[in-house]
C-alpha cells in the first residue's frame, strides 16, 4: 500500500488507494482543520503536496494559481497508487511560545479569584495511620484491622478498595509494623482507598484539574499537599479534525465506531498533558489520586462516550447532569487507576460543566445579593445571571465566528491571524498586526471585532454590514452585487492570496454577537431588570481574553456600560476545576449552584427572536442603549 507522509511532523501511515488524505491524517494522529466535517464547503483543510501523485476535486474551492502551486483540500483528495508526502500547516503559535507563556501568567493572575478566607480541604487525602499486628484470637482479617484504623481517624465510614489495593495490603502492613500512608477520597458516606504505601508517604500527593474545551484542552499538575499548581500545560483537542464546533461533532458521533474516535481522541490529548506535565516533574502517574473534569455537556458526553445525538433534539435531553464520580480505569485518564474522576454537573444541554466550574471564580456562588451576570464567549455563548437568591441560566448558538469558523479567511488566534487592526478613516484602509509578527494567514475573531468596530465609526460600512458604495477606498472592491473589504493584498499575506472579508462574513460577526447581546437582554428582562442593574459582568473563555471592551461595545457585543463594571476571569472552568479539585467546600458548593440553576431554553421562548432581530444592526436598533457609541459617531 502507499505511504503517505506528513510533515514538518514527519508522521507516515500506510492507506489504501483512494482514502482521502484528510482520512490519512485522522490515522496518522496529524491535525488538519475542517470546521465542515470534511464536506468541502469550508476550505479550511488545505494542504501542500510535496511529492507523488493524488486525484484531487479542489479546483474552484481554491484558485486555479493554488493549486498549480500543490495545493489542495485534504477532504478532496484521493491518494493513487504513489507514496506521497503532504505539508501541513503549522500551529507553533499554541506550543512553542507566546500562547504557553500567557497561560502560565494567566494561571497565576486567576489565583486571585480565590477568596481571601477559604478551606483547603482536598477530595483526595493522603494520612499516615497505624494498624495494629494481627493477633492469634482478635478474629480480625488484615482489611478488618485497616479498616478499624482508618475509621478512628475519619470516623465511621464505609470503607472501600479496589483489588488491586488488597493484593498488596498484607505485605505493606508488615514492611514497618503497621504504618502505613493511604490515599483516600471521601464520596459521601463512603471512603475509597486509593492506595496504601508504606510508612510516611503523605508529602507526596498530586492531582489535576481538567478542562475540556471544544477546542482547546487544559491540564493542571496540582500538589495536594499544599495546593499549589505545579505547572499548566493546553493543547488543541485532538477531537478538531472531526469537527468544529459541538454540533458538527454531534453529528460525526452518530456512528458508534466514530463515537469511539473521538472519545479516544479526546483522552489522548488529556493523557498526552498529563505526561507531558508529570514527566517534567518527576511525578508518577500512580501517585495522581484525584481529577476534576470541566467541559460543556457534549464534551463530557464524548469524554465517555455517550451518545449526545439527543443533546441537539426536541427536547433536548442529555444522558448525564449530575455530577459523576467514576474510577479513572473506567474513564481512560492515565493516572492512578483507582483515583476518582470528579465530572462537573451540567444544567442543561447547552449549559455543562464548565459553566457551574466558572461560576465558583465569580461572586454567583456566593452570599452576595447583588446581581452579577456571567458571559462565557466560545463556539456556544452560555449566561448566568443572579445572586444568592435566584440563578437562570441559557445559551445562545452564536456558532464559531469569534474563533475563524463561518469567515472566509477566518481562523483560530494562532501563528499569523491577525489579532489587531487599526483602520484610517481617510483610506479605508488598515493597518494590522498579527500573533508572532509574522506574515498574516487570515483574520481572528479579535481582529474582526476591531476591524467591523472601526469601519463602521468611520462609516465604510453601515449599521446593517454593507460597505459603503458611495466613496472610493483601495481597500474595497466589488463584483456585480457583492462587496468586498481586502484585509492584506496577495503581496502582503503570507498564503500569496488576498485575505478579504465579504459581507456575508460581516453578517455572520453580526449574527453572532446579536446572538450574545440578545440572550443577555432577555434573561434580564425575565427577571425585570436592564444591564444597569447589574453589578458586574464577567467574562470568561479564551476568546474574552483578548476582547476589546471598547470595539466590542461599538458592535453591539456587550452592554454599553462603564468599563469598571466588566471583569476577565479568563479559563474559569479550569480555575474552577482546581477550587473543586482542593476544596469540599467548593464541591458542594459547585454541586448546589446547579441544583438551583434555571436553565431556560431559548428557541421556545417567542420574546427571544424579537431581542435578535432588534440587536441585529450595529451596535442595536435602539440608539439609546448605546449612548457613547453613537456620540462617537458625531
Not at 54 to 68: K, N, R, Y
Not at 156 to 168: E, F, H, K, P, T
Not at 320 to 336: C, D, F, T, W
Amino acid at each position: 500500500m502507499p505511504v503517505v507522509t506528513f510533515q514538518p511532523s514527519e508522521k507516515s501511515i500506510e492507506a489504501a488507494a483512494g482514502s482521502s488524505l484528510l482520512e490519512c491524517a485522522r490515522l496518522a494522529d496529524v491535525s488538519i482543520d475542517a470546521p465542515c466535517g470534511g464536506k468541502g464547503t469550508c476550505g479550511k483543510c488545505m494542504v501542500r503536496i510535496l511529492a507523488g501523485s493524488v486525484d484531487s476535486q479542489s479546483l474552484g474551492a481554491l484558485s486555479q494559481e493554488l493549486v498549480a502551486d500543490g495545493y489542495v483540500l485534504a477532504c478532496k483528495t484521493k491518494i493513487l497508487h504513489d507514496d506521497v508526502t503532504v505539508e501541513t500547516p503549522q500551529r507553533t503559535g499554541w506550543d512553542g511560545g507566546k500562547f504557553v507563556e500567557s497561560l502560565e501568567e494567566e494561571c497565576l493572575i486567576r489565583r486571585e479569584l480565590l477568596p481571601d478566607k477559604w478551606e483547603f480541604d482536598p477530595l483526595a487525602v493522603k494520612w499516615m495511620i497505624e494498624v495494629p499486628p494481627a493477633g492469634l484470637e482478635d478474629g480480625l482479617s488484615d482489611f478488618d484491622r485497616f479498616t478499624r484504623a482508618i475509621q478512628h481517624d475519619w470516623g465511621q465510614y464505609d470503607v472501600a478498595c479496589s483489588i488491586n489495593v488488597l493484593r498488596g495490603l498484607a505485605d505493606t502492613l508488615r514492611i514497618d509494623n503497621g504504618r502505613v500512608t493511604v490515599s483516600l477520597v471521601r464520596e459521601g458516606s463512603r471512603i475509597h482507598v486509593l492506595r496504601v504505601e508504606p510508612s510516611d508517604g503523605t508529602v507526596r500527593n498530586y492531582g489535576i484539574a481538567v478542562d475540556i474545551g471544544t477546542t482547546t484542552v487544559a491540564v493542571q499538575l496540582v500538589s495536594l499537599e499544599v495546593g499549589k499548581i505545579i505547572v499548566t500545560h493546553s493543547d488543541y483537542n485532538g477531537q478538531i479534525a472531526c469537527g468544529l464546533d459541538v454540533i458538527s461533532r454531534i453529528n460525526y458521533a452518530r456512528q458508534p465506531e466514530r463515537r469511539e474516535e473521538l472519545r479516544v481522541r479526546v483522552l489522548k490529548t488529556i493523557n498526552g498533558l498529563i505526561k507531558k506535565a508529570t514527566g517534567a516533574h518527576d511525578v508518577l502517574p500512580s501517585e495522581i489520586c484525584n481529577a476534576v473534569i470541566s467541559g460543556n455537556t457534549t464534551m463530557l458526553h464524548l469524554l465517555l462516550g455517550l451518545n449526545p445525538e439527543y443533546i441537539r433534539l426536541d427536547p433536548y435531553t442529555p444522558t448525564i447532569m449530575k455530577s459523576l464520580y467514576l474510577p479513572a480505569s473506567e474513564v481512560g485518564i492515565e493516572i492512578n487507576p483507582d483515583s476518582r474522576v470528579c465530572l462537573s454537573p451540567c444544567v442543561g444541554s447547552y449549559v455543562g460543566g464548565d459553566i457551574t466550574a466558572g461560576l465558583l471564580c465569580t461572586d454567583l456562588a456566593t452570599d452576595s445579593p447583588d446581581v452579577n451576570l456571567f458571559i462565557d464567549i466560545g463556539t456556544n455563548g452560555e449566561i448566568v445571571v443572579g445572586n444568592c437568591d435566584f440563578l437562570m441560566a441559557c445559551a445562545c448558538s452564536a456558532g464559531p465566528a469569534f474563533e475563524g469558523g463561518g469567515i472566509d479567511c477566518g481562523m483560530r488566534a494562532a501563528l499569523g491571524a491577525i489579532e489587531r487592526v487599526e483602520v484610517d478613516p481617510a483610506t479605508g484602509v488598515c493597518r494590522k498586526w498579527t500573533v508572532g509578527d509574522t506574515k498574516p494567514l487570515g483574520i481572528c475573531g479579535s481582529g474582526m471585532i476591531a476591524l467591523l468596530a472601526d469601519l463602521f465609526l468611520a462609516g465604510w460600512i453601515d449599521s446593517a454590514g454593507k460597505l459603503n458604495r458611495d466613496k472610493p477606498s483601495p481597500a474595497i472592491e466589488f463584483s456585480g452585487r457583492s462587496a468586498f473589504y481586502i484585509v492584506a493584498t496577495a503581496e502582503e499575506s503570507g498564503t500569496g492570496k488576498a485575505l478579504r472579508i465579504s459581507e456575508s462574513d460581516i453578517e455572520n460577526i453580526i449574527r453572532t454577537k446579536a446572538a450574545i447581546y440578545s440572550a443577555c437582554a432577555l434573561m434580564l428582562k425575565q427577571v425585570g431588570m436592564t444591564f444597569n442593574d447589574l453589578t458586574c459582568i464577567y467574562i470568561a473563555g479564551g476568546f474574552g481574553r483578548f476582547l476589546d471592551l471598547d470595539k466590542a461595545t461599538v458592535l453591539g457585543l456587550i452592554p454599553d456600560l462603564p468599563r469598571d463594571k466588566f471583569k476577565y476571569i479568563g479559563n474559569s472552568s479550569l480555575m474552577g476545576s482546581y477550587m473543586t479539585l482542593v476544596s469540599r467546600d467548593y464541591y458542594q458548593r459547585q454541586i448546589e449552584l446547579a441544583n438551583r440553576m434555571t436553565y431556560i431554553e431559548l428557541s421556545s421562548d417567542p420574546a427571544y427572536m424579537d431581542q435578535y432581530t432588534a440587536a441585529l444592526f450595529l451596535p442595536h436598533t435602539d440608539p439609546y442603549l448605546f449612548p457613547t457609541v453613537h456620540a462617537a459617531m458625531k
